[in-house]
């Protein structure tokens, strides 16, 4: 049956695969897709829901005997309605193109992350994606009014609310959101969009060696106030292997060199106050020496060059391979302590391994790559050292990623027994016979 699948469809961004699915379906409707689930849970055929495959976690990966149920035709925009700024779209669309439909009208969606050319918006709301914007705007939950989804056994919930308030009895979309697809599937979505801000300049400045990330985020939050929209921070040796690729992004002043770099970015309503603000940020943090040089972009270009450092995360991956990815949530006071410590803890323990860490800083998420592994006991290894390293129940072991079937293993680090077994009663009500994503986030007995 594989044979006539592409191989596209075997495997997320993660690049594992664990089996032989059954077969691919992909509907062209949510009743389509409900007649599809309702026969597969006669048949107690287990189902692999897809988005656009960009999730690193493993959740989207059929396994053996899994049929495939891709989401990439339900991609129909159905409305964006300027006058409130909503938008109702099929799950199966594509971030990016949502995200420039609407800009045609004056708004954005405003959840962005590098993968918005292929991720779907069905696959950011079942794991309830963050990207680079969560410190202004929120998660995808915040961007959600409503959800159609269908149940295991072809029921379908619906239509998606599009109230800003509505307490009329359960908010029964907010389950499917970051249960990656372990409860539903998402068919359709309606989205609060948000007016395209008139100004976003972006500033990226390199830290003194005792300057904490958590006291530039501090000031920088007091100083920028509602204006900041990311806070995004390099370690030293994500900025080097971002300045040797050097095929995207651009050049950086030699001071960089060797230390951690925050890039920051801040929207307004006119250019003057914008960019005068931001002067005196930097003018200020230079005076007390926490920042000891500084680039701001002067145009949209600058700003995607500026941008485009940050995201060559996947060459610097690609360089890694095979690599293991984090995606911590940590308090941003413990960035650079967890940073250093699990670095150090690393080299010494796999002296031949690399390791580069940057993250949302001001969302408290710290990512990580680590590679190349030889083998699966050297990557446990490296599970080990990092969550390891990780304050136990006051952090989190994924903080946008998802549990997937990546992290299922440490998931007792991050939630307790009571919370796991509530998770477990909700899934057998919702589905009884096990047959959506299964595998995923836990075992079901
Ligand atoms: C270069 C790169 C950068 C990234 N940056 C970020 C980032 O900044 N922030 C972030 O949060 N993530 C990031 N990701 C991870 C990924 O893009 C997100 O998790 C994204 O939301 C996944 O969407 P998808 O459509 O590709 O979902 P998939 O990978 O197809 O699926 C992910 C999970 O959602 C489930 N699912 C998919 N569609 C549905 C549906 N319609 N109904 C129910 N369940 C469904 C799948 O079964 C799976 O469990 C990045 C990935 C890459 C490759």
């Not at 106050?273 to 003018?283: C, D």
């Not at 129940?393 to 998931?411: C, F, N, P, Q, W």
Request: aromatic share 4%.
């Amino acid at each position: 049956m594989t044979d006539d699948i592409d191989e596209k469809y075997l495997h997320d961004w993660s690049g594992t695969r664990y089996g032989v699915p059954a077969g691919l379906e992909r509907p062209r409707s949510t009743h389509e897709l409900a007649s599809l689930l309702r026969d597969a849970n006669q048949a107690r055929t287990p189902c692999a829901i897809q988005g656009g495959r960009t999730g690193v976690s493993g959740g989207a990966s059929p396994s053996n005997g899994e049929l495939i149920l891709s989401l990439e035709r339900l991609n129909q925009i159905e409305e964006i309605d300027i006058g409130s700024g909503i938008a109702v779209v099929g799950a199966g669309v594509v971030l990016e193109t949502l995200q420039s439909e609407a800009e045609k009208l004056g708004w954005t969606f405003p959840i962005d992350l590098a993968s918005r050319g292929s991720c779907q918006l069905g696959g950011n709301a079942s794991t309830n994606a963050g990207g680079c914007r969560v410190i202004k705007y929120g998660t995808t939950r915040q961007s959600v009014l409503g959800l159609e989804a269908v149940l295991a056994n072809g029921t379908v919930l619906g239509p998606p609310n599009r109230l800003l308030k509505n307490n009329a009895g359960y908010s029964l979309s907010s389950l499917f959101i970051g249960s990656e697809g372990t409860l539903g599937v998402i068919s359709r979505l309606a989205l609060r969009l948000t007016p395209v801000p008139p100004v976003r300049r972006t500033l990226l400045v390199a830290l003194s060696e005792n300057t904490g990330v958590n006291e530039v985020l501090r000031t920088a939050k007091i100083a920028l106030r509602d204006a900041l929209s990311a806070f995004e921070v390099m370690w030293e040796d994500f900025i080097e292997s971002a300045l040797a690729i050097r095929a995207r992004g651009r050049e950086l002043p030699a001071s960089f060199k060797g230390r951690r770099a925050a890039l920051v970015e801040v929207e307004g309503t006119d250019e003057q106050s914008v960019e005068a603000m931001l002067e005196r940020f930097v003018t200020e943090q230079m005076e007390c020496g926490s920042v000891v040089d500084a680039v701001l972009s002067m145009s949209a270009q600058d700003a995607q060059d500026l941008w485009a450092i940050r995201d060559s995360v996947a060459e610097i991956q690609a360089g890694m391979r095979p690599y293991v990815g984090f995606d911590l949530g940590v308090s941003p006071s413990k960035h650079d302590a967890v940073a250093r410590a699990t670095k150090m803890a690393l080299t010494r323990a796999l002296p031949h391994c690399r390791s580069v860490f940057f993250g949302h800083v001001g969302d408290g998420n710290l990512h990580a790559v680590v590679g190349p592994c030889a083998n699966a006991d050297e990557r446990g290894e490296v599970d080990r050292i990092v969550y390891g390293h990780l304050p136990t129940l006051d952090s989190s072991i994924t903080a946008e990623h998802g549990v997937g079937r990546k992290r299922k293993g440490y998931l007792l680090q991050s939630r307790i027994q009571e919370d796991i077994r509530t998770m477990k009663v909700l899934k057998t009500a919702m589905d009884p016979n096990n047959i959506l994503n299964p595998g995923r986030i836990f075992d079901m007995p």
